[in-house]
């Protein structure tokens, strides 16, 4: 494709593009659950929904009806559960031979014909010739065109006579693979048919970003109805050659595409798609680009909808991730550190971090200690865990002790510095909390834990816990066992290897309300074979780190 990229103007100078509102269609419930082992139960995509209202989406693609009865009652049940969103069902464009109906688009139509909000018809049909040719042997793009204006004006009849105002949204897909004159073709017949939404999608993750905006802005110049206003384009790309995030922002930049779909954290299909998150504070970040396009999105929601995401579909997020994860606000470099250490200190932003941590709710160490550790975040680290008027011979000291400790551990966590402090005299060392045995009982209702525990006013014999499962009921034993029941804010486990014989890698943080209705987080790390252990003992080295932060507090 020799130039394409000079059909489009890269002026950076130019005000953001014109665009004062972009609408979000999450696909997560959808898309993101066809991604291998992501299904999900009808009450962990409740759970996911709800988030998703809160963040402020526009629309939710909640499934696909005509795949099961429980998949059509699901999205029934999504959709009263949203008042304030409006969701979508998908459905293939293919008509009965019996009776002539779209049998795809009668389910969707059962599922959201109560919903409280305007639903959406999300219909699709293959229009790319390889496609046309392996899906629908002896058809011709004709063909497919026919069926495509039939389903949508069969979709209208039917809402229509059920008083029902609809949304259609229809996708030609693997459109970035259509020719652009048999995409126009498809595009016109369908916005003439009444469709108020067309998502050209990117079905195979194919094109570049510039290559791409061009396909976009070709379709919206050629097609008045999306001039008038009386349809709009969207887009919907996956992430084979990992560009599905770039791709969308160059459609709405120098396309004229005014809704992305997409999933949190990227979930879809083999290599995933579109990750909201991503888009949507590029948006913020960029408002010289993007205006308020993603204004009415609540981003500080980001953080927690996403980590719950990669819970329920039991995907840890990698500590890579963008915006969501555990390292997108962290530095380990003491450059880095220092330098963002000394623009809080001085008044200066966008230091090494050009988004606020804060704004997408993120909850992670800010300043990690490993053996490229300086000075400068050791201390801020050291304040932060309580410790004050450290001597430069103490500063030596310790600084020296956690790059050795690093250099064999690659991290060094909260509790560790405590035993660091306490083993070089500046530190009063406390009688710690610790798990002597351990074990679930049998035999009774529910799930039930024991634990005998030394340390600070323990209780002296097997204390016992119950919990919905083996970890929650451990550590409510730990709880019973010190006295101290804390607030969970995080818990996250990752696998360090594969295998059998792999550990894991457990982080818990709790909540302590302490002085002056003030609150502090605590955060205890444990790694080990057994998970179940490595979770207890995270939870006793976070309360052992509470345990010093208060004696030092009392002491100053």
């Not at 559960?81 to 139509?109: C, E, H, N």
């Not at 504070?281 to 990669?310: P, Q, V, W």
């Not at 003491?334 to 623009?343: F, P, R």
Request: net charge negative; hydrophobic share 40%.
């Amino acid at each position: 494709m020799t130039n394409q990229i000079n059909h489009i103007s890269f002026n950076s100078e130019q005000p953001h593009c014109g665009i004062e509102r972009v609408y979000f269609l999450d696909t997560t419930l959808r898309d993101g659950e066809q991604s291998p082992g992501s299904t999900m139960i009808l009450d962990e995509k409740l759970e996911i929904a709800r988030h998703l209202e809160a963040i402020g989406i526009d629309r939710v693609e909640a499934g696909f009806p005509a795949a099961s009865r429980g998949d059509l009652l699901a999205v029934r049940e999504i959709a009263h559960a949203l008042p304030r969103t409006q969701v979508a069902g998908l459905a293939r464009v293919y008509q009965s031979k019996t009776d002539g109906s779209f049998p795809d688009i009668t389910a969707v139509y059962e599922a959201l014909r109560d919903a409280p909000c305007k639903p959406i018809v999300h219909a699709f049909i293959s229009t790319s010739p390889i496609q046309i040719k392996a899906k629908f042997p002896g058809k011709t793009l004709d063909d497919v065109i026919e069926l495509a204006v039939s389903g949508i004006k069969y979709a209208r009849r039917l809402f229509d006579s059920a008083g029902k105002k609809v949304t259609i949204e229809f996708s030609p897909e693997d459109g970035a693979r259509t020719p652009k004159e048999d995409l126009l073709r498809v595009v016109n017949a369908i916005t003439a048919a009444g469709a108020d939404v067309v998502n050209i999608p990117d079905t195979v993750g194919y094109m570049t970003p510039w290559e791409y905006a061009e396909h976009i802005k070709h379709i919206y110049e050629s097609v008045p109805a999306f001039r008038d206003g009386s349809a709009i384009l969207s887009v919907h790309c996956h992430n084979d050659l990992g560009m599905a995030t770039a791709n969308a922002l160059a459609a709405v930049q120098f396309g004229g595409a005014r809704q992305i779909e997409g999933t949190f954290t990227g979930i879809a299909e083999r290599a995933g798609m579109t990750a909201l998150e991503q888009v949507i504070m590029a948006m913020k970040t960029r408002k010289d680009i993007f205006g308020e396009a993603a204004g009415h999105i609540n981003t500080e929601a980001l953080y927690g909808a996403c980590h719950r995401i990669s819970a329920i579909i039991e995907n840890p997020l990698p500590r890579h991730q963008p915006i969501v994860g555990d390292n997108a606000f962290s530095h380990e470099s003491g450059i880095h550190a220092h330098g963002e250490i000394g623009g809080m200190k001085n008044g200066v932003a966008n230091v090494y971090e050009i988004m606020n941590a804060e704004s997408v709710g993120w909850q992670g160490d800010k300043f990690v200690l490993g053996k490229h550790a300086g000075w400068h975040q050791v201390s801020h680290k050291l304040a932060t865990l309580g410790y004050h008027d450290i001597d430069e011979r103490q500063a030596r000291a310790i600084l020296e002790r956690i790059k050795t400790h690093a250099d064999t551990k690659k991290s060094v966590y909260d509790h560790e510095v405590d035993e660091i402090m306490i083993d070089l005299g500046i530190a009063r060392p406390l009688e710690r909390y610790k798990i002597v045995t351990w074990g679930l009982a049998s035999g009774s209702e529910g799930c039930e834990a024991w634990v005998y525990m030394t340390g600070q006013q323990t209780k002296q014999h097997k204390v016992f816990g119950k919990g919905t499962g083996s970890i929650d009921a451990a550590l409510h034993a730990i709880s019973n066992a010190t006295g101290i029941v804390r607030e969970l804010v995080n818990y996250a486990i990752w696998p360090l290897a594969r295998g059998s014989e792999a550990k894991g890698k457990v982080s818990i943080s709790i909540l302590d309300n302490i002085f002056n209705g003030t609150s502090k987080v605590h955060r205890g790390v444990a790694i080990h074979r057994d998970t179940l252990y490595a979770s207890m003992q995270a939870y006793v080295n976070a309360l052992n780190r509470m345990a010093m932060y208060r004696a030092l507090k009392s002491n100053t």
